[in-house]
């Protein structure tokens, strides 16, 4: 546990930001998953408004700095990708 005062609220910061983006990783993870469960079923309609709140989730986490701007590129990039196959198949 540290002694000095700004050491103090340091552990007292990166704590809280800690639990705000764990809790926001969460929900960007649900949001995929969704996506991916929505592709699975085949339902194609669903399927697009589960990658459009995907979408919105990744910029997000972007703009607040919880992942890199080219690792959500490439996730929602695989997400359309698979989302293409599935409106081919239909």
Do not use: C, W, Y
């Amino acid at each position: 546990m540290p002694n000095i005062k700004s050491a103090i609220k340091r552990v007292k910061v990166s704590e809280k930001r800690r639990l705000r983006n764990a809790s926001q990783k969460s929900a960007l993870r649900t949001a995929v998953k969704a996506f991916e469960t929505a592709a699975a079923g085949n339902s194609v309609e669903s399927a697009k408004e589960a990658l459009i709140a995907a979408s919105k989730k990744l910029d997000k986490a972007v703009t607040k700095g919880l992942i890199h701007k080219n690792a959500a590129s490439r996730k929602k990039s695989r997400l359309a990708k698979r989302l293409n196959e599935l409106s081919a198949k239909a």
